[in-house]
């Protein structure tokens, strides 16, 4: 669709004035026709007009307005010391800038009416744009409390977890360390090539006042891989012999054996009947793997801390500083920072 070349409005091209020089089309009313006037064919636009060079039209007759359709021009009385050729000339020269100042006027007023409506327009876009920058921030404002309402629950459920978790550790922990209730653990009892160590054992209980048949040895075995040395039958290197697990078949019997033990603190190989230096047996209750750990660090600060006593009873670890003093009972990371106030290793 056309534009007018005045305004920049949108126009139909049957009621148009189109100029005969240029491709410019123009409403009537804004080069000073009324609407329901007809324009000449032959019609050129101001602009081109000012290109056209000017000639000698003395000569050229006067029109009246109602004789012919171009724009209307004003009525100047005669002068009267004037020819009839120059009066024309000051008619046609006298009507040109009033018509120019007409379109000018039209065209000022179509301006400001189209800057009022940019301006409001403006406005309505400056009043969504603060309404939307309010709703962006009450938005931000509330996306920032649901995810510190979020993180804080978050960590609230992981702390919970970790607690559940930790719980359960500790109850299948004491599940394991309750198979082990009839299991003894013998450390630094010599380890040579076809050792019989069942036979071993009997002689040991029978030396700590203990008899021990075949039926109530369940097994015994040595735990961990064999050294090079004593594979090889290498006696030039001393090595720590692997420890001895023994399962009996009934729990007061290991409870006998523990009890002659700590009677008998400097039981060593020599009095089983086993050849070389003599070195002293530790018999101890068989712990699983994480109250091993926790009692190698249970001894380590008492140690450190002058404590007296650690030991472990039915695979409970327990510790005391003096004689008379309260007996603390260990059974995870927790009661052990409770007890000696440090931390977890």
Not at 247 to 269: G, I
Not at 272 to 284: A, D, S, T, V
Request: glycine share 6%; charged share 25%.
């Amino acid at each position: 669709m056309a534009k007018c070349a005045a305004c920049g409005k949108f126009l139909s091209s049957s009621g148009a004035a189109t100029c005969t020089l240029c491709p410019c089309m123009f409403h009537k009313g804004c080069i000073g026709f009324s609407d329901g006037a007809s324009v000449s064919k032959h019609w050129v636009c101001p602009e081109c007009k000012k290109k056209i060079r000017k000639t000698d039209n003395t000569d050229t007759p006067v029109k009246g307005v109602s004789g012919d359709n171009s724009p209307p021009i004003l009525s100047v009385a005669p002068s009267p010391g004037l020819p009839p050729s120059e009066e024309t000339q000051f008619r046609s020269s006298s009507s040109s800038p009033i018509r120019g100042e007409s379109e000018y006027g039209v065209l000022r007023c179509e301006l400001a009416e189209y800057m009022s409506e940019i301006r409001n327009k403006m406005a309505e876009f400056r009043s969504s744009l603060a309404g939307i920058v309010q709703r962006l921030d009450g938005l931000e404002q509330r996306l920032s409390t649901v995810e510190q309402r979020e993180t804080t629950s978050a960590t609230k459920q992981i702390a919970e977890l970790e607690s559940v978790v930790a719980q359960f550790k500790l109850e299948l922990n004491d599940r394991d360390q309750e198979a082990l209730l009839t299991d003894l653990d013998i450390c630094c009892l010599p380890e040579e090539n076809g050792e019989n160590i069942v036979h071993t054992i009997m002689v040991l209980g029978s030396k700590l006042g203990v008899k021990l048949e075949n039926q109530d040895i369940v097994y015994a075995e040595r735990i961990g891989a064999k050294n090079s040395s004593i594979a090889t039958g290498s006696a030039d290197v001393k090595v720590r012999p692997r420890r001895v697990v023994v399962r009996l078949a009934r729990r007061h019997l290991r409870d006998e054996l523990l009890q002659a033990a700590r009677v008998r603190r400097n039981f060593t190989t020599v009095d089983i009947g086993l050849g070389g230096l003599p070195q002293r047996l530790y018999l101890n209750e068989r712990l699983t793997q994480a109250n091993r750990l926790l009692f190698h660090r249970v001894r380590q600060e008492c140690r450190k801390r002058h404590w007296r006593f650690s030991w472990t009873k039915r695979g409970r670890i327990y510790t005391r500083q003096e004689e008379g003093m309260q007996a603390y009972l260990i059974r995870s990371d927790s009661d052990f920072l409770h007890v000696f106030n440090v931390g977890t290793i």
